[in-house]
């Protein structure tokens, strides 16, 4: 049975993900500092486990600590070889992830993004582990109103943070390039992941500053914020507010699953991949599917756009549709009402 480690394993994404890596058989060590995420994560993994009946004793574990400090991943590493629980793969969530705290803090996102992908990347090749699946971004592309965006499109990210994105998949490029004979490598770029477990017992709950569109409606959906801003209603779209991809953060977590059966079916390789559904959503058109779901739920005002927001923004998918036993399979209702079904049970 192999042992993946998954850096970032308590954070929205990364939990999810360790859930299914779990169903389907790895060991899953997580490595999370928490910066950006909650010391009861661990504990949610585990009881949507056993709500799903799926037996994790020994199978999944916990260490807090820093991708950049590589005193603690050469122990960390050491001691599952010890323990008979090599390392054999990695996939790579840690990280700081706004696009506007990005704009004021970059040393802060160039020191954390890169420098602890570096380290951690250090760590790996002198323990010979070559498999990495890297959890990129959307943002660096040079965003396109006329169409899908495709992998081979012109990339030229607007922010620190897609910039850190691109920076460590020019990286992963070369490193795969200095060894072809070894090094298993997809950088998946995401689109827009939202909603939550259908459990209702793990779901999106940022520690900082967010920009993106779920985390916002969940403040209302809690209460702490009265009205969702919409920013801008006179977009070039059909009702003028912004388009995007959203895709089930499941169905997301899913693909890491079918990319790493992929990568260790094949050749080694260099793989960029985006991830999204292929289909378009404008603001309104998510506010009105939670107001078909519960009526008034979700209450909004229209406010001045932002600086360096685009008004369409969704994946060409065919290339992971191709390559990988995966598709994108819930939908926006899904998305919705797994959202509300988070929040109700809290």
């Not at 899953?28 to 709500?51: A, E, G």
């Not at 209702?333 to 509300?340: A, P």
Request: aromatic share 10%.
């Amino acid at each position: 049975m192999e042992t993946i480690l998954v850096t970032g394993g308590c954070g929205y994404i990364g939990s999810h993900t360790c859930v299914c890596l779990v169903k389907n058989g790895y060991n899953v060590v997580i490595l999370d500092s928490l910066i950006n995420s909650f010391d009861n994560s661990f504990l949610k993994i585990k009881n949507v486990l056993l709500k799903e009946k799926i037996s994790n004793k020994g199978r999944i574990s916990f260490i807090k600590g820093d991708v950049r400090d590589e005193a603690f991943l050469e122990r960390l590493f050491s001691e599952q070889k010890k323990n008979n629980k090599r390392i054999t793969r990695v996939i790579h969530f840690a990280g700081l992830k706004c696009i506007y705290e990005s704009i004021k803090y970059p040393l802060k996102y160039w020191e954390v993004n890169v420098q602890g992908t570096i380290t951690l990347l250090k760590v790996m090749k002198k323990h010979n582990c070559f498999s990495i699946i890297f959890s990129s971004s959307a943002t660096v592309y040079k965003p396109n109103s006329t169409k899908l965006l495709n992998e081979e499109d012109i990339l030229k990210p607007s922010s620190p943070y897609g910039k850190t994105k691109l920076a460590i998949e020019d990286f992963l490029k070369d490193l795969y390039e200095s060894d072809k004979k070894n090094w298993r490598i997809a950088s998946l770029r995401y689109f827009n992941p939202v909603g939550s477990h259908f459990s209702g017992l793990i779901g999106e709950n940022p520690k900082g500053e967010s920009s993106n569109l779920f985390p916002a409606i969940l403040k209302v959906l809690k209460n702490y914020q009265k009205n969702l801003l919409v920013f801008g209603n006179d977009w070039p779209t059909k009702d003028g507010t912004c388009i995007r991809d959203f895709i089930h953060v499941l169905d997301l977590a899913e693909a890491h699953i079918a990319t790493l059966n992929f990568l260790f079916s094949n050749k080694p390789q260099y793989l960029t991949l985006n991830i999204g559904t292929g289909k378009g959503r404008s603001i309104l058109q998510v506010i009105n599917q939670f107001n078909n779901l519960e009526k008034g739920i979700l209450k909004y005002n229209f406010v001045q756009k932002r600086i360096g927001d685009h008004p369409i923004i969704v994946a060409d998918n065919k290339l992971a549709l191709k390559l990988l036993d995966w598709e994108p399979k819930r939908t926006l209702k899904d998305m919705c009402e797994d959202t509300i079904n988070n929040v109700k049970s809290k």
